[in-house]
Each structure stands twice: as structure tokens, then as C-alpha cells.
């Protein structure tokens, strides 16, 4: 009993709000109709202002949408292109560095590619399935060209292989890999991609041409003083 006499409060209710609208709506119409010779300037002016600024707010998402597409479309093609230059990798943000290899592993018939990073990445930044079927995870460390990779970082890696149940497991970096973690890398067939290697990827050559040279190609002694003195360190 008690339930249906909320229940019919609660309608009266709201019967009682809509005659309320109604009878509001019907005064304002009398009135604007009354007072029309009046108002008629005020009302078409907040019309057109309404207008305008809906014609406005429509034009800026379409522009700001068109210049995101353009430069999405500008990173492809450059990507694509092997017009980057490694300068132009080394002043990209860690997001930034994932999307241009996620897009590497594109241009080279990958599928399922996907940037995982982030905060909870376990030890992955890009997935994705080569050409030939098998599932590979890759970490991607944009340091420094004077920076070093040590061990450790592979190690995560193979732990990252493991989570993702991966074929093949790929570290790529713009610096360099220190003597003990690149013979690590060659012997648990991780493919070591350090800035050499990375610039012939960025230029055209095929990640898993790579793998033929997987642990060589560094640069000698001089190369590494010649970024030591650019650098800095």
C-alpha cells in the first residue's frame, strides 16, 4: 500500500511539472508573439549568434581533425620513406620512438602490430606477427647515442618473450650494446638492433634481413669517439 502511494505521489508529480512546462511554454510563445514587433531583432540576433558559433566549433574540430590525419599521414609516408634521419629519432619522445618502429614493422608486412608500452608493458613496447607467421615482441629503448645497454635489459626481454609466448624476441635502440649483453643477445637469438643496425632499418633494409648480421656492425673505437665528442660524453 505504502509503495502505491509513492508511486502515485511520484506521478501526481510529475503531471504537475509537465502542465507547469506546458503552461510556461505557452506564455512565452503568447508573449514573444505579443511583444514580437519588440523582440524580433533580439531573437534572430541569438539565432545567428548560435549559428555562428556552431558553424565555428564545426570548422575547427574538422580543421584540427584534418591536420591530425596529415601529419599521421606525413610520419607514414616518411616511415615509409626512409626519410628520417636518426638526429630527427634521437629528439623524438620513448612514444614517439615505439609508434616509428610499430610503423618499421609495418612497412614490412607485419601484421597485428600493436604498441603495448607503457607503465605496466611487462617488458614490451610492440607486438606484432612477421610475414612468415611467427609472433614477435620487441623493447624499444630510445637512449642516448653515447648510452650503453647493458645485460639486464636483455634478460627482461627474454622475460617478455615468455609472457607473450613470442617467436622472436627484438631489442631495438639508438646507442649501442655493451660487449657482454650483445654476446647475451646472440646467445639466447635475441636480434640486437643498436643504432647502426637501426639506421639501415630506418633506410629500407628488412628487420629480419638483420638477423644475418645480428651482433656485429657497431662501429670501432673512433665511431664511438666521434658521438662521445658530439655528445658531450
Not at 614517439?96 to 614490451?124: I, M, P, Q, S, Y
Not at 631495438?172 to 646472440?186: C, I, L
Request: charged share 25%; proline share 2%; glycine share 12%.
Amino acid at each position: 500500500m505504502a509503495a502505491r502511494g509513492r508511486g502515485a505521489t511520484a506521478r501526481r508529480r510529475r503531471a504537475a511539472r509537465l502542465k507547469s512546462i506546458t503552461a510556461g511554454g505557452c506564455l512565452a510563445g503568447a508573449l514573444l508573439v505579443l511583444f514580437w514587433s519588440r523582440v524580433w531583432p533580439y531573437v534572430t540576433a541569438v539565432v545567428v549568434l548560435g549559428g555562428l558559433s556552431a558553424a565555428g566549433w564545426w570548422w575547427w574540430r574538422t580543421d584540427r581533425l584534418l591536420r591530425a590525419r596529415d601529419r599521421r599521414w606525413r610520419r607514414e609516408e616518411a616511415v615509409r620513406a626512409g626519410h628520417r634521419t636518426l638526429a630527427e629519432v634521437d629528439a623524438m619522445t620513448g612514444t614517439e620512438f615505439e609508434e616509428l618502429v610499430a610503423g618499421l614493422c609495418r612497412r614490412d608486412g607485419c601484421t597485428d602490430v600493436r604498441r603495448v608500452g607503457g607503465a605496466n608493458d611487462n617488458g614490451a613496447d610492440v607486438v606484432a606477427r612477421l610475414p612468415d607467421g611467427r609472433s614477435m615482441v620487441i623493447q624499444c629503448k630510445r637512449y642516448k647515442p653515447t648510452s650503453t645497454i647493458a645485460s639486464r635489459e636483455l634478460r627482461d626481454l627474454l622475460g617478455a618473450k615468455v609472457h607473450f609466448g613470442a617467436d622472436l624476441a627484438v631489442f631495438v635502440t639508438t646507442t649501442r650494446f655493451s660487449g657482454p649483453s650483445e654476446r647475451f643477445a646472440t646467445r639466447h637469438g635475441i636480434l640486437a638492433v643498436h643504432r647502426d643496425h637501426l639506421g639501415l632499418w630506418n633506410n629500407g633494409t628488412s628487420l629480419l634481413s638483420l638477423s644475418a648480421v645480428n651482433g656485429r656492425g657497431q662501429g670501432d673505437s673512433r665511431h664511438r669517439a666521434r658521438w662521445k665528442q658530439a655528445y658531450g660524453k
